[in-house]
């Protein structure tokens, strides 16, 4: 039995947007806006570099590397991480953040000559009218140092992507003179960021829409989408970026400045189950563990997919039937019956506990998987304290109660 076969799908029932026709690539910000949260830990470079073999693996296409204008070891950061896509031949390219100040274009140059690889320039600057009128900025003087940013790394070489930070709560107007400015001072590639996690689904669409209908107008200028996780919306924000946009940016777990970016992993999870990507998903599971272990951010049990209660039950009607599905040999239908997403996709594969809500097909399965037979007196003594506690059984509980 083909497990399609027995979901009705109300995902692709209407004659809504076919996602499946959307072309974009992922840009992975973990090693730079990432690290700007306030709660994380700075890696060691050869936890970074890891990391950054692991997105290749995941077929992130590119990934920021950091703001060498910050200081010698950010620069220096910067060097080895460039180094390391070049030597080890990565399938990823490296992108450098960058104020519209010429004093932080000029290292992201410096090391790309040094190192020989082109290095793309994702210069910004604030566009909403808060950020104006907070930073006592004039739309002239903002327009006048895109201008030089943008002229001076394409003159050195550089690919450029032009940011507008808060975009979603930008007028239109001063977008268009801003992108405008810096498509004709020669970037090839505008971002439109979502930089306090303000913006709807609609919002995104609705803002994207119009930077590639009115502002792009057919040009040879690719479409970015960052967003924040301010309203728990980043995912879905990012999904709906999916539509429009040429790339979209993400981290991993999230992590970012205040609450974070949009969560990487979650957003590969659901395009893989959306149709819009076919790749091995199965380093996801060490691009999370290393980014948790290393940076100090702990996974929620609950966590999407990858927390340690996503594939676990101690609940006597999900258990039983996905235990009904396990002695049915079909571990497709095993990972569906109880699941939207399918552990085995992961590398990871459903879990029978023993609790307070358990019955017996709980017991009778946990018994017979760990080696012991299960007998009535089993089956009860078992059944009686799980009923009684207030928890989960554990596996040295449930060992010696097995005895």
């Excluded at 930070?165 to 971002?191: M, P």
């Excluded at 009904?324 to 085995?344: H, N």
């Amino acid at each position: 039995m083909e497990y399609r076969d027995l979901i009705y799908d109300w995902n692709g029932a209407g004659p809504s947007f076919d996602w499946r026709a959307a072309r974009f690539d992922l840009n992975d910000e973990t090693l730079r806006d990432g690290l700007q949260c306030p709660s994380v830990k700075d890696p060691t470079m050869d936890q970074k570099v890891r990391l950054l073999h692991l997105m290749a693996d995941l077929g992130i296409v590119a990934a920021d590397i950091g703001l060498p204008g910050a200081g010698p070891r950010a620069r220096e950061q910067v060097v080895t991480l460039a180094r390391e896509i070049v030597n080890a031949k990565l399938k990823i390219a490296p992108n450098c953040a960058a104020r519209t100040h010429l004093s932080d274009v000029t290292p992201i140059v410096e090391i790309s000559q040094q190192v020989g690889i082109a290095i793309e320039a994702a210069t910004f600057i604030g566009s909403s009218p808060i950020r104006l009128y907070t930073e006592d900025w004039t739309l002239e003087k903002m327009l006048k140092a895109s201008e030089l940013a943008v002229t001076f790394a394409v003159r050195h070489g550089l690919p450029v992507m032009f940011v507008t930070e808060d975009t979603t709560r930008a007028d239109a107007e001063t977008l268009q003179k801003l992108y405008d400015v810096a498509i004709g001072s020669g970037a090839k590639r505008i971002c439109a960021s979502d930089t306090v996690g303000h913006a709807t689904p609609e919002g995104v669409r609705n803002l994207l829409t119009f930077l590639r209908r009115d502002v792009i107008r057919g040009r040879e200028v690719k479409l970015d989408y960052h967003g924040h996780n301010d309203r728990g919306l980043g995912t879905v924000n990012a999904l709906a970026a999916t539509a429009v946009a040429d790339r979209v940016h993400g981290s991993a777990l999230g992590i970012g400045e205040r609450v974070g970016n949009t969560s990487m992993d979650q957003l590969l999870i659901n395009m893989q189950l959306w149709g819009l990507i076919q790749r091995d998903l199965a380093p996801l599971v060490e691009y999370v563990t290393l980014v948790s272990e290393h940076c100090g951010v702990p996974i929620p049990a609950n966590y999407p997919a990858l927390g340690a209660d996503a594939f676990r039950t101690g609940t006597g009607v999900h258990a039983a039937a996905v235990i009904k599905a396990i002695r049915k040999g079909d571990r497709a239908l095993a990972d569906r019956v109880y699941s939207g997403v399918p552990a085995s996709a992961l590398g990871r594969e459903q879990r029978i506990e023993v609790g307070p809500m358990s019955g017996e097909s709980n017991v009778v399965f946990w018994l017979e998987s760990h080696g012991h037979e299960a007998t009535k007196e089993r089956i009860a003594r078992i059944l009686e304290r799980a009923k009684a506690s207030d928890r989960l059984l554990t596996a040295e509980e449930l060992t010696n109660l097995a005895r």
